[in-house]
């Protein structure tokens, strides 16, 4: 069992910047491929970022690439996503995710734990 603590999301004017932090606890986190997930309001949830367990690997969404970073800190059993450039459009729930997998996965059906979800909301 791995638990999932996200946190730092919030209101920010379009153009400024977040950084989310989630916090994984349970297992040994180095083990576990990450990903971030963001649901908006009426749409699908959408992946937004991930990278292999060793942070190697790192891949982004069209949407957020150029303006988004994640990264791991596997001492800390912790996973970020630095957001700049932030626009209205970004506005969701993000959710970290882990799979217990060398590689980077891509679909949400491939995760095995989540995260409760933080919001952030972007105004124009």
């Known amino acids: 069992q791995v638990r999932l603590m996200e946190s730092g999301g919030g209101l920010v004017q379009a153009g400024g910047s977040l950084r989310l932090s989630c916090a994984a606890s349970?297992?040994?986190?180095?083990?576990?491929?990450m990903g971030w997930f963001r649901h908006a309001p009426g749409q699908e949830r959408e992946f937004v970022a991930a990278?292999?367990?060793?942070?190697?690997?790192?891949y982004y969404a069209d949407s957020v690439k150029g303006r988004f970073t994640i990264s791991r800190d596997n001492a800390k059993s912790t996973v970020y996503l630095q957001m700049n450039s932030l626009k209205p459009e970004d506005t969701a729930v993000y959710y970290c995710?882990?799979?217990?997998?060398?590689?980077?996965?891509?679909?949400?059906?491939?995760?095995?734990?989540w995260g409760q979800g933080t919001q952030v909301t972007v105004s124009s």
């Open positions: 995710a882990a799979v217990f997998s060398s590689f980077i996965q891509f679909p949400d059906w491939a995760y095995d734990y």
């Open positions: 349970g297992r040994t986190f180095s083990n576990y491929a």
């Open positions: 990278l292999s367990f060793t942070g190697r690997n790192i």
